[in-house]
């Protein structure tokens, strides 16, 4: 069964930084391409990066570009999202999904999520 | 790329049959998902390639469409199915999701 369990969230002033990790089982962690898909409260659904099963290639959305870096540990079957210079519009659930292949940027299983509060 | 789902709340009764619309502001081909999210949980992923299943989702749940206008059909609600729906594309970066359609109780 595959599992993904984010961690790192919590609160955080503006232009502070945090770090989530996501710790993924269930599944050869290589082989798939890995998402950080945020939700506001109350709100719908945002993309913000995606990395290839490498890591060679990473993808961010435009309001998270030059903040944000993504990136994986092969051997620790760990996803992680580097937030920089954060902002009371960041504040959000990030949920780490698994892309249903290294090709095909779709996401066929989800974590619960963890909280971000940008708040001063 | 936009996606644009309708309408926002539909209300339906139990057993009686929804569809939900999504239209993306240029053609995506068939790189379309729909995801299923109900309170506090995280989202499911329902239909991939515009009409394919997902692994263990039944056959009410049906996608069709391709280019830019897609629709989603549930043929008779189960209480299960009361919930939020979403669109996303994946034909170009960046990824982007439609902003919901909440299915609720008639």
């Known amino acids: 069964e595959v599992q993904l369990l984010e961690s790192g969230g919590g609160f955080v002033q503006p232009g502070g930084s945090l770090r989530l990790s996501c710790t993924a089982s269930g599944f050869t962690f290589s082989s798939y391409a890995m998402a950080w898909v945020r939700q506001a409260p109350g709100k719908g659904l945002e993309w913000v990066s995606a990395?290839?099963?490498?890591?060679?290639?990473?993808n961010y959305a435009d309001s998270v570009t030059g903040r944000f870096s993504i990136s994986r540990d092969i051997s620790g079957n760990t996803l992680y999202l580097q937030m920089n210079s954060l902002r009371a519009e960041d504040t959000a659930v990030y949920h780490c999904a698994k892309g249903y292949s290294n090709d095909w940027y779709f996401f066929d299983s989800w974590g619960q999520g963890t909280l971000v509060t940008v708040s001063s | 790329m936009v996606m644009t789902q309708s309408p926002a709340i539909l209300a339906v009764s139990p057993g009686e049959r929804a569809s939900l619309s999504c239209r993306a502001s240029q053609s995506v081909s068939s790189n379309l998902a729909w995801y299923q999210q109900n309170p506090g949980q995280a989202p499911r992923l329902l239909i991939h390639?515009?009409?394919i299943r997902a692994t263990g989702i039944p056959p009410r749940f049906s996608g069709s469409g391709s280019g830019t206008e897609f629709t989603l059909t549930i043929s008779s609600l189960q209480s299960e199915d009361f919930a939020v729906y979403y669109c996303q594309q994946y034909n170009k970066w960046p990824l982007t999701f439609g902003g919901g359609t909440k299915v609720e109780i008639k």
């Open positions: 990395i290839s099963r490498s890591g060679g290639d990473t």
């Open positions: 390639g515009a009409s």
